[in-house]
């Protein structure tokens, strides 16, 4: 399976072929659709043949197989092997996803310190964060630099790496919690050059000034040095 959404996670249309389609949901030979993972929502939108639209409430990767599972809660249609279909991507919501976790990359430029979680929606996004003893964290000065680094618009780029050679480079990953398969040949990482680098499987924006203004909603205690900082598009 082609994997669009690495490629272009700025593809909002696909036309390609049905592998098969029952009660676990629909196989395409190729998707743009983003599946659950490291925090971000599977995709929604539309599989389309002819005058057929079945709505995708929601995407996942199988665990076993691999395979990228488009959930189909319309069953009164079925695809058949072979169908040529064209997907439609839900543009606004995915979009609001990418800026959103590119936002959360830049909040762990501003709190510099450990991951223990973190999560998003098409709304919010939150990091939790393993404070030191006698640390403070302040909202304001936290959004502040937030939206610096946001109207500085900093390219946001994508390489990669490999398992043995992110082994090396132990500070690149800031999630203590997860850590990326470090056995696969190949690591995506998020380079926004001179701020940020780090392994993320997720969709991002082009640029930082694409997130547009965010707000610090809130600080959260979820125990005695977990604190959580939740954002929003402002």
Not at 74 to 97: K, S
Not at 178 to 206: F, K, M, S, W, Y
Request: charged letters at 25%; glycine letters at 8%.
């Amino acid at each position: 399976m082609q994997e669009q959404f690495y490629r272009n996670p700025y593809q909002r249309t696909l036309t390609t072929r049905v592998v098969r389609h029952d009660e676990h949901g629909l196989v395409l030979e190729d998707t743009l659709f983003y599946p659950l993972g490291g925090g971000q929502p599977g995709d929604t939108g539309s599989a389309i043949l002819g005058d057929v639209s079945v709505r995708i409430g929601d995407t996942r990767r199988d665990r076993e197989s691999r395979e990228i599972l488009h959930l189909t809660p319309d069953t009164h249609h079925v695809f058949a092997a072979g169908d040529e279909v064209t997907l439609e991507l839900d543009w606004e919501r995915r979009h609001r996803h990418m800026r959103i976790h590119t936002c959360l990359h830049l909040l762990s430029v501003v709190i510099p310190i450990g991951v223990t979680g973190g999560n998003l929606t098409e709304e919010s996004g939150r990091l939790d964060f393993n404070l030191p003893e006698g640390m403070e964290l302040d909202k304001a000065s936290i959004e502040t630099e937030l939206n610096a680094l946001i109207a500085a618009d900093h390219p946001v780029e994508i390489i990669m790496t490999s398992g043995e050679a992110l082994k090396a480079q132990p500070e690149l990953i800031k999630t203590m919690s997860v850590t990326p398969p470090l056995e696969l040949p190949e690591i995506r990482l998020i380079n926004i050059p001179g701020v940020d680098l780090q392994p993320c499987g997720g969709t991002h924006v082009a640029r930082t000034g694409e997130i547009g203004p965010v707000v610090v909603k809130k600080l959260e205690n979820k125990g005695a040095r977990n604190k959580r900082v939740v954002i929003a598009l402002a």
